[in-house]
Nanobody, 117 residues
Framework: QVQLVESGGGLVQPGGSLRLSCAASGSRFKFSNMGLHWYRQAPGKERELVATISSLGSTDYADSVKGRFTISRDNAKNTVYLQMNSLKVEDTAVYYC?????????WGQGTQVTVSS
């Protein structure tokens, strides 16, 4: 009932910035009620939770990205963002957005972020 599509990934040098977007669409859902999350998964590694923003707007971050990444949402655009600054090589991963509300648990297809010189 809800589809998520990420965009904004790419290749960036260490210390650079990227802004990921995840747009939601579908029927019978209210975006503003959704808890939104960004996960990432590097090859050979488990998927890890990077950032969360609740329906009330509260945020939480993994220690590894705290102070560098910012999650935000625009309910009018049904979009969640992840602003990534001061990128490190270890940030290289496929980034996925996830939205949850009640029984809804939806995932995007992922977008590749590669940090390399």
């Amino acid at each position: 009932q809800v589809q998520l599509v990420e965009s904004g990934g790419g290749l960036v040098q260490p210390g650079g910035s990227l802004r990921l977007s995840c747009a939601a669409s579908g029927s019978r859902f209210k975006f503003s009620n959704m808890g939104l999350h960004w996960y990432r998964q590097a090859p050979g590694k488990e998927r890890e939770l990077v950032a969360t923003i609740s329906s009330l707007g509260s945020t939480d971050y993994a220690d590894s990205v705290k102070g560098r990444f910012t999650i935000s949402r625009d309910n009018a655009k049904n979009t969640v963002y992840l602003q990534m600054n001061s990128l490190k090589v270890e940030d290289t991963a496929v980034y996925y957005c996830n939205g949850r509300s009640g029984l809804v648990d939806s995932w995007g297809q992922g977008t590749q972020v590669t940090v390399s010189s």
